[in-house]
């Protein structure tokens, strides 16, 4: 089936269901946004969908200006949003993504409520992006159809969406949403079930950490950020973080870790036991042939010259600009 014959709805008309909105009609989708309004009037939910839609043609006019799509694709993919107000007339809809804020009790309220009134072949999504598909399964007609499809904010930018089935998730649902958002050119990419996946875990601790060098007087946020952005979120937009646990060496991390939990006093920054079982083994990276990737033969020239050739790339682009 192409992507000008699916039919997916969006349920949430806040930011990150208008840009996963955007993102699906970008992709070819038709695509219905949908306020729940709950508690609120009618006239408050239309409000919303109004402005979910002048937001949505902000961001694509902004992909025009940009030169990401061309005005004649923004137009498009406009077009093939409808704004809808409640639940009504989903039967259509093969994939459906909610995108509520993150409750359990409202998240199952609204996953039962949905997952009544779509077809039963339909999937349904949820976006959540710590709470484990598992906490929301009991609600879930057909629990076979659901999993948690994380979509990283801005979502009609970023390329990854953590793909998360609970253990009652067919691999026909796992297949076809896999194959639904490499259809719009996204990265998904599949984790076990475990709160936080892998992109929001990675994250938390990160932004924790740089609310605490605030915090203590290390450094002023403006400062954290230009650190960020100039090292690690220059390196990391070119080398993924084992690639480079890899190349720095498994040992500068495993010491690394040791001197800070001395030195802080802290054990959130004790090395984990698999780093531990590497420095046992000697798996340190390329110098000793393996590490968390194998470095046989010419692999170890052939790894560190692609990296350096990413990363010169980047500085270029960066000088351009």
Same mark, same amino acid.
């Given at each position: 089936?192409?992507?000008?014959?699916?039919?997916?709805?969006?349920?949430?008309?806040?930011?990150?269901?208008?840009?996963?909105?955007?993102?699906?009609?970008?992709?070819?989708?038709?695509?219905?946004?949908?306020?729940?309004?709950?508690?609120?009037?009618?006239?408050?939910?239309?409000?919303?969908?109004? &402005?979910?839609?002048?937001?949505?043609?902000?961001?694509?006019?902004?992909? @025009?200006?940009?030169? @990401?799509?061309?005005?004649?694709?923004?137009?498009?993919?406009?077009?093939?949003?409808?704004?809808?107000?409640?639940?009504?007339?989903?039967? +259509?809809?093969?994939?459906?993504?909610?995108?509520?804020?993150?409750?359990?009790?409202?998240?199952?309220?609204?996953?039962?409520?949905?997952?009544? @009134?779509?077809? +039963?072949?339909?999937?349904?999504?949820?976006?959540?992006?710590?709470?484990?598909?598992?906490?929301?399964?009991?609600?879930?007609?057909?629990?076979?159809?659901?999993?948690?499809?994380?979509?990283? =904010?801005?979502?009609?930018?970023?390329?990854?969406?953590?793909?998360?089935?609970?253990?009652?998730?067919?691999?026909?649902?796992?297949?076809?949403?896999?194959?639904?958002?490499?259809?719009?050119?996204? @990265?998904?990419?599949?984790?076990?079930?475990?709160?936080?996946?892998?992109?929001?875990?990675?994250?938390?601790?990160?932004? =924790?950490?740089?609310?605490?060098?605030?915090?203590?007087?290390?450094?002023? !946020?403006?400062?954290? +950020?230009?650190?960020?952005? =100039?090292?690690?979120?220059?390196?990391?937009?070119?080398?993924?973080?084992?690639?480079?646990?890899?190349?720095?060496?498994?040992?500068?991390?495993?010491?690394?870790?040791?001197?800070?939990?001395?030195?802080?006093? &802290? !054990?959130?920054?004790?090395?984990?036991?698999?780093?531990?079982?590497?420095?046992?083994?000697?798996?340190?990276?390329?110098?000793?042939?393996?590490?968390?990737? +194998?470095?046989?033969?010419?692999?170890?020239?052939?790894?560190?010259?692609?990296?350096?050739?990413?990363?010169?790339?980047?500085?270029?682009?960066?000088?351009?600009?």
């Amino acid at each position: 089936m192409s992507m000008a014959d699916q039919t997916v709805a969006v349920l949430g008309a806040g930011r990150i269901g208008r840009q996963i909105a955007l993102a699906f009609a970008l992709g070819g989708c038709h695509v219905r946004l949908i306020d729940v309004k709950e508690e609120r009037s009618v006239a408050d939910a239309e409000r919303t969908l109004a &402005d979910a839609r002048r937001e949505m043609a902000r961001d694509a006019g902004l992909m @025009v200006e940009e030169q @990401v799509i061309d005005a004649t694709a923004a137009d498009a993919a406009l077009a093939r949003i409808q704004e809808r107000v409640g639940l009504g007339a989903l039967e +259509d809809c093969g994939f459906v993504q909610e995108t509520l804020p993150e409750s359990v009790p409202l998240k199952r309220a609204a996953l039962a409520r949905l997952s009544a @009134v779509v077809a +039963d072949d339909a999937i349904v999504a949820s976006g959540s992006s710590t709470i484990s598909p598992s906490h929301l399964t009991e609600a879930i007609k057909r629990p076979e159809r659901f999993l948690v499809a994380h979509w990283l =904010n801005p979502a009609h930018i970023i390329p990854l969406v953590d793909v998360v089935p609970s253990p009652l998730t067919s691999t026909a649902t796992v297949e076809r949403t896999l194959a639904l958002l490499e259809g719009l050119g996204k @990265v998904p990419v599949k984790c076990k079930d475990s709160p936080g996946f892998i992109g929001p875990r990675l994250q938390v601790l990160l932004m =924790n950490e740089a609310v605490r060098l605030v915090e203590e007087g290390v450094a002023t !946020p403006e400062d954290v +950020d230009r650190a960020f952005r =100039n090292g690690m979120g220059f390196r990391y937009a070119s080398i993924g973080l084992f690639e480079f646990i890899d190349w720095g060496g498994v040992d500068i991390l495993y010491r690394a870790g040791r001197y800070m939990t001395e030195a802080l006093g &802290d !054990p959130r920054f004790k090395p984990p036991k698999l780093v531990e079982e590497k420095m046992a083994r000697q798996e340190l990276g390329p110098k000793t042939g393996r590490g968390f990737f +194998d470095y046989a033969g010419d692999r170890r020239e052939a790894f560190e010259t692609e990296k350096v050739r990413a990363l010169l790339r980047r500085l270029r682009r960066e000088r351009q600009a």
